[in-house]
Nanobody, 128 residues
């Protein structure tokens, strides 16, 4: 059983930067691709970014590509989402998720159904 705990959300101005982190426990971290999704009020949850178990492959949603990065530290069982150039439409609850990939350490799943574990989410608010 994987437990995921997000931290670091909050309020930021348009154009600003914010980093959120997700600490994992209860499993071999490198066997999980780690992703971030977000859900704004009245909208469906959408994929934001994913990083492979070994950190060598990354995929981003078009809406955040070039502005967000998703590093991970396998020694600390933590994945981050660094958000730069924030826009009003980036405001949402951000969810960390883990997808078991075993030894397929370069897999970067985008489909929500491939993620078996989710954090509780953390609010990111962007003020204009």
């Amino acid at each position: 059983q994987v437990q995921l705990v997000e931290s670091g959300g909050g309020l930021v101005q348009v154009g600003g930067s914010l980093s959120v982190s997700c600490a994992a426990s209860g499993a071999t971290f490198s066997m999980y691709a780690m992703g971030w999704s977000r859900q704004a009020p009245g909208k469906e949850r959408e994929f934001v970014a994913v990083i492979s178990g070994n950190g060598h492959r990354i995929d981003y949603a078009d809406s955040v590509s070039g502005r967000f990065t998703i590093p991970r530290d396998n020694t600390k069982n933590t994945v981050f989402l660094q958000m730069n150039g924030l826009k009003p439409e980036d405001a949402a609850v951000y969810y960390c998720a883990a997808a078991y990939v075993g030894f397929a350490t370069v897999a970067v799943p985008r489909d929500r159904g491939e993620y078996g574990y989710w954090g509780r989410g953390i609010q990111v608010t962007v003020s204009s």
